[in-house]
């Protein structure tokens, strides 16, 4: 019987699950946060909050446990110096989900899985940007002034420009008489 067991099998076998979720928990802690699937995130989750909480007993025991889950002493190192410190006064709930909407090619929901309470993550959370509308093509009546403005300024350039030449011409002229 599976009382209480609990698991996304998201399509894969034991074993690439769970390297798959100990890298991406090892991206979430070298990089504050990633993007992936929905399922995925919410699995990469429950095992990321485990981590942080071994990492806030901080004993040798919970490094070695948090070495042989992870499989990554860089991550480690920094989970257990950096980021299990700023949660000491949090009881759980070390990471948030934002959703971004469906991935082009398959529609799969797509998210960002990151800390929370980190300044960093916050402002990098941003969501995504809606498409904007198209605009509207200018009526001809508005072509036409454009155009009428663009040839009075042309010819303001112009005369402006015969001026300053026969300005430059004028002293030379004198200097010669």
């Given at each position: 019987m599976r009382h209480k067991v609990h698991t996304f099998k998201i399509g894969r076998t034991g074993a690439h699950r769970q390297a798959m979720l100990a890298n991406m928990v090892s991206s979430l802690i070298e990089h504050g946060e990633i993007t992936t699937t929905l399922t995925k995130a919410?699995?990469?989750?429950?095992?990321?909050?485990?981590?942080?909480t071994l990492g806030k007993k901080g004993d040798l025991h919970r490094r070695r446990l948090a070495v042989s889950r992870l499989r990554d002493k860089t991550a480690v190192k920094k989970?257990?110096?950096?980021?299990a410190p700023q949660y000491a006064e949090r009881d759980g709930g070390?990471?948030?989900?934002v959703k971004l909407g469906h991935r082009s090619g398959d529609a799969a929901e797509m998210c960002?899985?990151?800390?929370?309470?980190?300044?960093?993550?916050v402002k990098k959370s941003a969501k995504p940007k809606?498409?904007?509308?198209?605009k509207e093509a200018p009526k001809a009546e508005e072509t036409k002034k454009v155009k009428t403005e663009k040839a009075e300024t042309a010819?303001?350039?112009?005369?402006?420009?015969?001026?300053?030449?026969?300005?430059?011409?004028?002293?030379e002229a004198e200097e010669a008489k």
């Open positions: 919410k699995e990469a989750r429950r095992f990321a909050d485990k981590m942080i989970l257990f110096d950096e980021i070390y990471t948030r989900i960002i899985l990151q800390f929370v309470e980190s300044d960093d993550a809606r498409a904007k509308a198209p010819e303001e350039a112009k005369a402006e420009a015969v001026e300053k030449t026969e300005t430059a011409e004028k002293p």
